[in-house]
């Protein structure tokens, strides 16, 4: 379930983005999103991608976990 969510949300870095896939895949896995869906406790990967994406988004844009 994760790895068809960490596709999508790669796909979805790249598009918004504009970076290619080694690009995407560096900012995705040095998220603290990433980090957060890597733990089952916090129930972050039984949601939908879009709406981890707009976490991630805000992370990236932000710097911060929100």
């Known amino acids: 379930m994760q790895e068809s ?3 999508e949300l790669v796909s979805m870095l790249m598009e918004d983005w504009h970076c290619n896939m080694e690009q995407a895949l560096d900012m995705y ?3 603290e999103t990433f980090e957060r869906l ?9 949601q939908s991608p879009g709406y981890v994406y707009d976490y991630l988004r805000n992370e990236l844009t932000t710097g911060k976990m929100q």
């Open 5 to 7: 969510l960490s596709v």
């Open 38 to 46: 890597s733990d089952p406790s916090t129930g972050l990967y039984y």
């Open 29 to 31: 896995y040095n998220s």
